[in-house]
């Protein structure tokens, strides 16, 4: 079975401090792991993805997440947060089942001035 | 690409009255994906096709909602008759199986306000 848990609904940090989002998964095939980020009245749009290539992946807006199978974990970091970081996001694993993907219940981040 | 297209963006209707969601998928897609989002339950998987093909419906809250996928341009999400419950944003996915990875592309959404 697939399953993802998003440690924390909120996350609150300065602007300029580093990002840590977690995310932990469960998974009984090799997994696809994502990273979504919902801005405000608008869909889900992916951050970044990893395919079983290098454990750290780098993504969009100087986001990027590191693969630790020992953890079952891919966390989504940034060293710096901006104002605009200010979204929800997801953390997805893909399913056993071809084209499903699971997802996680979201993180609130907000940045503070 | 123009991504995928929902609509209406918005919908308004009063409890009782039918309700249809229109979605067209990323060209070249194979599967399409309908999801709900609420503050109270996050976001739901409602149903998903694969070549124009239910797989999965487990996620429809019950017989007041259904969906088609007359081609593989268009998909439609309905509720007949609609509750105040029903109120969310829906969302439309879809992706490809030749990427392998199985990214999906979302929609804009539509938020529906039952009154």
């Known amino acids: 079975a697939q399953s993802v848990t998003q440690l924390g609904s909120h996350v609150s940090v300065s602007e300029g401090a580093l990002v840590l989002l977690r995310c932990n998964y469960s998974?009984?095939?090799?997994?696809?792991l994502f990273w979504y980020v919902q801005y405000p009245n608008q869909g889900l749009q992916l951050l970044l993805k990893y395919t079983s290539a290098a454990t750290l992946v780098k993504g969009i807006n100087g986001f990027e997440a590191e693969f630790k199978k020992s953890e079952t974990s891919f966390h989504l970091t940034k060293p710096s947060a901006h104002m605009s970081d200010a979204a929800e996001y997801f953390c997805a694993v893909r399913g056993s089942t071809l084209g499903r993907l699971y997802f996680g219940r979201g993180t609130q981040l907000t940045v503070w001035p | 690409d123009a991504g995928v297209i929902q609509s209406p963006r918005h919908e308004v209707t009063e409890m009782g009255q039918e309700v249809t969601l229109r979605c067209k998928p990323i060209s070249g897609h194979d599967y399409l994906f309908w999801y709900r989002q609420t503050m109270m339950r996050g976001l739901e998987l409602l149903i998903y096709?694969?070549?124009?093909?239910?797989?999965?419906d487990s996620g429809m809250p019950e017989d007041r909602f259904s969906a088609k996928m007359p081609n593989a341009s268009f998909s439609t999400l309905k509720i007949q008759p609609s509750e105040p419950r029903d109120s969310a944003v829906y969302f439309c996915?879809?992706?490809?199986?030749?990427?392998?990875?199985?990214?999906?592309?979302f929609g804009p959404g539509t938020r529906l306000t039952v009154l």
């Open positions: 096709f694969n070549n124009n093909v239910p797989i999965d």
């Open positions: 996915a879809s992706s490809q199986t030749s990427g392998r990875t199985h990214e999906q592309f």
């Open positions: 998974s009984s095939v090799p997994p696809y």
